[in-house]
């Protein structure tokens, strides 16, 4: 599948590595477990939204925008890197950020992402928990254009077909670098949320007839919900590219037994798999998106999930500037 079609903007680190852990796997005994560290894309520093942002921002580009606005949680990854994206472009930066959590810190509050999106020269817009977010992003849109503004507004987490090219193009350089490498993937593990990550990963590999399967661990709601919510942005984006071959609903796939009690809400499961990714690996994961994720493929991998003699690729979706604002939950003595 080409993707140089596609107007593109210059942000991203690639390849980001692929890299065995060997601690991690021995710790569980299997399967064999592989990091894909988009943590490493190199924006702001980093995650997996970078990789959208190539695709969204060089649409905003080719359509002369010189506004990017989006939106999120207080401590949005998303937020973050679209500020960085527009600051090295020279554009301007609209953010609106929804109160999603009722209790929260002053660390949560200040530290972490939103301490990044400061310096990083984005306009904030705080709106209550609940609030119906693209309108209230639109509202902004037409702000800045009875200013004489062009803006152009980003999805929550670059989820759109457009933003899910760049998991696509992920798809098809894991493909490539595990075969350089010399195994066969046989899953994918990666946190989801907004979609358009996980989205794009099954397109990728569907498109490639790979036979790999993507296992999303959900962040935010049930697994049912969250699995039609993928595969509502899948079928458009397997258009947007011309894919000539239906992909099937039950390639979706999305586990919501590691959410907890919500989006943001730690849980015991992803403190542990922060520590143990840690002491094990060197590898610094976040609370919210990545040590769910983890927190899942550790307890499927404890509950004989794969073989131990199968390849099981983690996506870290970077996000690690959180930390800072989980002080209170990460900083005691364990």
Not at 250 to 259: F, H, K, L, N, S
Not at 270 to 291: C, F, N, R, T, W
Request: with cysteine.
């Amino acid at each position: 599948m080409q993707l140089g079609k596609y107007p593109r903007a210059k942000l991203a680190q690639l390849p980001t590595p692929l890299e065995f852990m060997p601690r991690l796997t021995k710790a569980l005994g299997g399967p064999k477990l592989y990091v894909k560290r988009d943590d490493c894309t190199g924006l702001a520093t980093g995650g997996n939204k970078t990789r959208k942002l190539e695709f969204l921002l060089g649409e905003a580009l080719a359509q002369g925008a010189d506004t990017l606005i989006t939106l999120g949680a207080v401590q949005s990854n998303h937020v973050r890197q679209t500020a960085a994206a527009a600051a090295k472009y020279g554009l301007k930066c609209e953010i609106v950020l929804e109160k999603r959590l009722s209790q929260t810190t002053e660390a949560y509050e200040r530290n972490g992402n939103i301490l990044l999106d400061k310096m990083l020269g984005a306009n904030l817009r705080y709106v209550p928990g609940g609030t119906a977010m693209m309108p209230a992003a639109e509202a902004v849109a037409d702000e800045i254009r009875a200013k004489g503004g062009r803006p152009y507004v980003i999805p929550g987490g670059g989820s759109n077909p457009v933003g899910a090219l760049g998991y696509i193009d992920s798809a098809q350089e894991i493909l490539r670098q595990s075969g350089e490498m010399g195994f066969a993937v046989d899953t994918v593990v990666v946190a989801t949320g907004s979609t358009g990550t996980q989205a794009g990963l099954v397109v990728g590999f569907e498109a490639a007839q790979s036979g790999v399967d993507v296992l999303g661990v959900s962040v935010r709601q049930p697994g049912p919900v969250q699995e039609a919510a993928v595969f509502k942005l899948v079928e458009p984006t397997a258009a947007f590219v011309g894919l000539k071959h239906p992909i099937a609903r039950e390639r979706v796939m999305a586990d919501g037994g590691y959410v907890g009690e919500g989006y943001g809400i730690p849980t015991p499961g992803m403190i542990e798999a922060l520590d143990m990714a840690a002491k094990l690996e060197g590898l610094l994961l976040d609370p919210v998106y990545s040590g769910k994720a983890m927190a899942g493929l550790i307890d499927l991998a404890r509950k004989g999930r794969w073989r131990a003699d199968q390849n099981v690729v983690f996506i870290h979706t970077g996000g690690q500037a959180a930390l800072f604002a989980y002080e209170s939950v990460l900083g005691g003595p364990r």
